[in-house]
């Protein structure tokens, strides 16, 4: 929302400048996003008058100038075509910088000619798109002002951004009653705004104290409502006889200061009604129309040619306002080309409507077309002023186009229904945590429009739809009275001693992501959507999106790889060899978001070393350790972890498992990328994997802080070793776990410290050396106990197939 | 007799001392303390000895014997640490040479503040919650008084799934952490403190934006809560994470469908060198760090609750944007890249974690 200081003054009477203003509307909640002047840059540019205009002597197409700006002739080089004696124009001296082009003057030769500054077009000025020559102003503008003040550029221009509930301020108007309100002046009555007067007498005159309906002087126009829910109420009036040209200079001086394009000005009027009121209109050339102008449904597949100069397809949902012929406008959203009014325009009829906010929000998302007039109308006007709002567009009309007006239809009737609250001053206090006086909090309501009886029920004036409730009013009061008066009041500390904070699958998330940084991996945080070709190798995503940035962005990820393995890529292709990353953040499945921490390696796991003089490439166990190691972190009982399968179609089908405390409570998928994923991915090869589910730890049991007794054994423990052949594809961990069961109060460890194929070993087998650790428990082991405990691990180990090397 | 003894011990002293190597000192020993040795061939002489000349040459060739293997000690315990030094000294290696590489991993810094925030608000009380990124439309914006035709909608750039719920509400990315708030509502009863960080998700994308970036929220409910305590609640916090005492708020009347009265926080900046630096007592400008308000009585409803009864405040803060005020970085995208580069220099060691009594910053 845009206006200048004068704009605003139109309304508001004050003496407050730009800053006060600007200070006052950030303090009432109208966030203030620009300030400018744009007479600043344009200051140093006078008026000025060529006295004497002559041929250049060695360019036919250049004059040298006699230019006076007030301090006697100075000699100009000119190369426009309409530079001659007795122009008055805009002169800018050597020193000025010139915004159009975006260079500083400066005395200089031009084909030997000395030229001291520049007489300027309006395009080099920034002021429009004329540059077929310099500017010509009335003659009798005067010699060495600023042009900007002369043109009344030296007004602040203001841009405000309106949060969506504050209707009201979608007009000057409203932002000049907030500022009153706040104190920053008097709001000026409506009718001295639009200088509505009757002569008193000779000479004399005095202000309308409200806006009067305009009498009018043949039948009204024949329009009504056949859609009274969207459309509650279609008031028009009809002018005929005017001339549709040039708009009046105060007003299209407003309407280009704030960025707008003067057209003509039965147009203007209705794009100022709209920003100084807040209230759009519609403005019909009645020689388009035929017969009775209907606001009603569209039909299914009915077009229209809009304004903006696109073509509509409409539904029935939608609302439109359409004659015997055709649909000339989207109710409320913007008007159709073929009835709009154009320069031979005689005959108008002005339309002001209410449209139902809901309604008009849902057919611009449908359409998705925005203009001010949704925006006006989506937010709600203030559906008590058609009256005055059709009075003020019919005056202007024929103040400034002339033409007679015919009588007033009023179709339907707007939803105006009184609303008030029971309101207790002490709400303030309550909410607000600081009090303010029951006198002033009526006062400040007051200003802002509202009705407040002695006992406090507040009338909501009609323009505040927003307000609904007390707390409405505590905000009003409180934004009005200052925020800044707001206390500090500590919240009060809970007795007793701090309780943690975090939940549990929080104190794991946390131990498992440092534990990962630990180990030398680095966290990323990539993005949860991935491309449908990404995410096939993984099942496919469950969730698409219907409304995607691109097809790189578009389904949920059913993993974290993808998005690690293309950072990993990335890091690649920069020329990094050893690259750690992981990410801990939810897999989204069909029935759940996943808590899970991923780790990727690709390329070195060990770098090139001098003792060894060759780098190691990261394999599949490189990964199981980095699962492991974040799992038991993260508080999973590692010591009763199963291999269970192989990690599936996404993975390498002989270099990945899956780890688990049972088939169907896999805590970790880990190992090489299938070369088919790898491909999918776009990335290079080899890269491992792990993927860590973090919500299928189990939780620790509870069972206090202490932990069960233990007392050291004071006796030796032994160590023996064995070597077993065993088929070639048995699971080394199917022996060592049967031997771990052979003699469970004896055996505390079992490790797997060798394995061999070769010389001596029979083909189809393999050797496996293994040492255990016994623990005697209340007396030293002598040779028989020893010799019990190595049959029993040789009778379990035999009953996975392994024989006892001899 | 006496000048022969004294001669012997200089004799073998020198000689002892001479000793270049363990074998001639091993002769040397031998010479004098061997079976047939100088000493001990005088030693036998004590057998044939009277009485007063025991006395006499006997302790004098006696104490002799004990001077001459002190010394003989002594000289082998030099010789061998000679010995180990020239060892050790043959096994010197370049200790230069580099050891292979140091390997730290690091923490991603939404990470590291998304822990900072948890310990901070954990001083005042407030627990750490959690909710679905992929949300229906009641706890988004229903239950956040959005209606459907809300404008404010169209405020949120939201992605949508082609799914419903089995209620029939749409399923979308959640566009702002708030439905953390409906969600612990429903499920808890007050007093509730909590803050809510996590991942949100809207279609924009451009240099200062990304489709998913990431908030915290923070909700109170109790009795008798006010504005009063929205605002030292913010201060509290903000100075914390800022570690900084000189920090001023700039509270500004807001809007948003789900608080009433609502308001935006800026916090000053000073220029520093050209550079703003956040905090100052006396501000040369304002950043916009936060919106927040008192719940809605709507939304307290909307949860079951009694809005006569139960009040509070509520607030949300991107995360990303407080990591880059506090640690320097000044591009958002980069968040999401995954540089190895980035990360090592942004990122922070597996063993800052954050603490009150440590300090939450690193």
């Not at chain 1, 309906?213 to 329009?223: M, W």
């Not at chain 1, 569209?298 to 509509?312: I, R, S």
């Not at chain 2, 004098?32 to 060739?61: C, W």
């Given at each position: 929302?845009k ?8 309304h ?21 996003e ?6 600043d ?16 002597p060695?360019?036919?197409k ?41 260079m ?12 001291n500054?520049m ?20 003659a ?46 008097t ?15 000779e000479?004399t ?23 009274p829910?969207v ?44 920003v100084?009121l ?5 403005v ?12 009603r449904k ?12 696109k ?10 306002i ?13 008007g ?36 001010d ?12 002023f058609?009256d ?36 207790d ?44 409730g ?22 009060p ?16 998330e ?15 945080v990539?993005w ?44 690649r ?33 060990a770098?090139r ?17 980095e ?21 599936g ?18 805590l ?11 491909k ?9 994997a ?30 023996r ?38 010389a ?18 209340d ?17 379990a ?5 392994a024989?006892?090397?001899? | ?9 200089t ?5 002892n001392t ?23 061939l005088?030693?036998k ?5 009277s009485?007063e ?6 302790a004098?060739?006696?104490?002799v ?8 000690a ?10 180990l ?15 292979a ?48 035709t ?15 719920d ?53 909700l ?33 009347p ?24 956040i ?9 916009e760090i ?16 009694d ?35 980035w ?12 603490t ?7």
């Amino acid at each position: 929302m845009k206006f200048t200081l004068g704009w605003l003054k139109e309304h508001l009477d004050t003496t407050a400048d730009a800053a006060a203003v600007a200070d006052a509307l950030t303090r009432i909640g109208l966030e203030v996003e620009d300030v400018s002047n744009p007479a600043d840059v344009l200051r140093p540019f006078k008026i000025a008058k060529v006295l004497t205009a002559a041929p250049h002597p060695q360019a036919d197409k250049l004059q040298v100038l006699s230019v006076d700006a007030g301090d006697g002739p100075l000699q100009v080089v000119c190369g426009a075509p309409n530079a001659r004696a007795g122009l008055v124009g805009i002169f800018g001296a050597p020193g000025t910088w010139v915004p159009g082009p975006d260079m500083t003057l400066k005395v200089a030769a031009i084909r030997g000619v000395e030229s001291n500054g520049m007489m300027c077009s309006f395009r080099e000025l920034l002021l429009g798109e004329d540059h077929d020559g310099i500017v010509e102003l009335p003659a009798d503008a005067p010699v060495g002002t600023s042009y900007a003040e002369y043109a009344g550029l030296d007004d602040p221009l203001f841009d405000v951004s309106v949060t969506p509930n504050r209707q009201d301020c979608m007009g000057v108007r409203g932002i000049a009653r907030d500022l009153a309100a706040f104190g920053l002046g008097t709001l000026k009555p409506l009718a001295e705004a639009y200088r509505w007067f009757r002569e008193t007498g000779e000479g004399t005159a005095e202000w309308f104290t409200s806006i009067q309906p305009i009498e009018g002087h043949s039948p009204a126009p024949d329009v009504r409502t056949d859609d009274p829910e969207v459309c509650p109420a279609f008031y028009a009036q009809a002018v005929s006889g005017v001339t549709n040209h040039d708009t009046p200079l105060w007003m299209s001086r407003y309407l280009k200061l704030i960025g707008q394009k003067p057209i003509s000005v039965l147009v203007d009027i209705t794009n100022f009604v709209s920003v100084d009121l807040g209230r759009p209109l519609h403005v019909y050339d009645r020689a388009k129309l035929s017969g009775a102008l209907v606001a009603r449904k569209a039909k299914d597949g009915e077009q229209v040619l809009a304004l903006n100069g696109k073509t509509y397809t409409l539904d029935s949902t939608m609302t439109v306002i359409a004659d015997d012929a055709m649909v000339h406008d989207i109710g409320g959203i913007m008007g159709g080309e073929h009835s709009g009014v154009s320069e031979t325009t005689t005959d108008v009829l002005i339309e002001c409507a209410y449209f139902d906010p809901d309604h008009i929000a849902l057919t611009g998302q449908r359409l998705a077309l925005t203009s001010d007039a949704r925006q006006r109308f989506e937010r709600g006007v203030d559906p008590a002023f058609l009256d005055d709002g059709l009075a003020i567009a019919t005056k202007l009309v024929l103040d400034h186009c002339g033409g007679t007006a015919s009588a007033i239809t009023r179709a339907g009737e707007p939803p105006v229904a009184q609303r008030t609250l029971a309101y207790d001053p002490a709400r303030v206090l309550a909410l607000g945590g600081f009090d303010v006086p029951a006198d002033r909090q009526k006062a400040i309501l007051e200003r802002l429009g509202f009705g407040v009886s002695d006992d406090f029920t507040v009338t909501i004036p009609t323009w505040r739809r927003d307000i609904d409730g007390t707390a409405d009013l505590v905000e009003e009061v409180v934004r009005i009275e200052g925020l800044d008066k707001v206390p500090s009041t500590p919240l009060p500390r809970a007795e007793g001693v701090a309780k943690p904070t975090a939940s549990p699958e929080q104190r794991v998330e946390r131990k498992a992501r440092r534990a990962a940084a630990a180990r030398g991996f680095a966290e990323a945080v990539t993005w949860s959507f991935l491309s449908e070709k990404e995410a096939a190798p993984f099942g496919g995503g469950h969730w698409t999106l219907a409304n995607p940035i691109s097809e790189d962005l578009k389904v949920m990820r059913p993993s974290l790889v993808p998005g690690l393995a293309r950072a990993a890529q990335r890091n690649r292709d920069r020329g990094e060899k050893a690259i750690r990353l992981f990410e801990l953040g939810r897999r989204y499945l069909n029935d759940a978001e996943r808590p899970t921490l991923t780790v990727l390696i690709a390329g070195d796991a060990a770098a090139r070393d001098w003792r060894t003089g060759k780098a190691r490439l990261a394999d599949a166990y490189d990964a199981k350790a980095e699962a492991l190691a974040v799992l038991a972190a993260a508080g999973a009982p590692v010591n009763r972890l199963q291999l269970i399968g192989p990690g599936g179609e996404t993975w390498h089908p002989g270099r990945s498992g899956q780890l688990g405390l049972g088939p169907k409570m896999i805590l970790a998928t880990f190992g090489e990328l299938h070369p088919e994923t790898l491909k999918a991915l776009g990335v290079e090869g080899p890269m491992v994997a792990a993927e860590i589910y973090l919500d299928a730890i189990p939780a620790k049991r509870d069972a206090g802080r202490a932990r069960p007794a233990y007392m050291p054994s004071a006796l030796q423990a032994v160590r023996r070793d064995f070597a077993f052949l065993v088929p070639a594809d048995l699971a080394a961990d199917k022996l060592t776990r049967a031997i771990a069961g052979a003699d469970k109060q004896a055996i505390t460890e079992v490790s797997l410290f060798d394995v061999f194929t070769g010389a001596g070993v029979p083909e189809g087998q393999k050797s496996l050396a293994i040492e255990v650790m016994l623990q005697p428990a209340d007396k030293s082991f002598d040779d028989a106990a020893l010799k019990a405990i190595a049959d029993r691990i040789v009778a379990a180990a035999a009953k996975q197939g392994a024989n006892l090397r001899g | 007799m006496t000048t022969d003894i004294d001669q012997l011990k200089t004799d073998i002293l020198a000689a002892n001392t001479a000793a270049p190597d363990i074998a001639t000192w091993d002769s040397v020993r031998v010479a004098a303390l061997g079976k047939q040795g100088s000493i001990t061939l005088l030693l036998k002489t004590l057998g044939g000895m009277s009485p007063e000349e025991r006395q006499t040459t006997g302790a004098r060739i006696n104490r002799v014997r004990g001077e001459v293997s002190d010394a003989i000690a002594a000289k082998k315990a030099e010789l061998d640490r000679a010995s180990l030094n020239a060892k050790l000294a043959s096994e010197t290696l370049d200790m230069s040479l580099p050891i292979a590489g140091l390997g730290g991993g690091s923490v991603h810094p939404v990470s590291q503040v998304m822990d900072e925030l948890a310990e901070i608000f954990a001083d005042l009380g407030f627990a750490v919650a959690t909710g679905p990124e992929i949300e229906d439309d009641w706890h988004n914006f229903t239950a956040l008084n959005i209606p459907e035709t809300h404008p404010a909608r169209a405020m949120h750039d939201t992605f949508y799934f082609d799914r419903a719920d089995g209620e029939g509400r749409k399923m979308l990315l959640r566009t702002h952490t708030s439905p953390v708030q409906i969600r612990t509502m429903v499920t808890t009863p007050p007093p509730i403190r909590i803050i809510a960080p996590g991942r949100t998700y809207r279609s924009d994308s451009d240099a200062t934006h990304t489709p998913m970036f990431h908030q915290v929220e923070g909700l109170v409910i109790d009795r008798g809560i006010t504005l009063g305590h929205l605002k030292w609640t913010l201060e509290t916090f903000v100075k914390a994470y800022f570690e900084r005492d000189d920090i001023v708020l700039r509270l500004r009347p807001s809007y948003f469908p789900f608080t009433e009265p609502s308001m935006e926080v800026d916090v000053g900046y000073t220029l520093v060198k050209g550079k703003r630096t956040i905090g100052g007592a006396e501000p040369d400008g304002w950043m916009e760090i936060l919106g927040s308000g008192m719940v809605h009585p709507k939304v307290i409803a909307a949860c079951g609750l009694d809005p006569n009864e139960w009040q509070g405040f509520a607030f949300g803060c991107g995360i990303d944007r407080l990591a880059m005020l506090k640690y320097g970085m000044d591009d958002l995208r980069a968040f999401f890249d995954g540089d190895l580069r980035w990360l090592r220099h942004y990122g922070f060691s597996a063993l800052d974690v954050p603490t009150l009594s440590g300090g939450v910053g690193a």
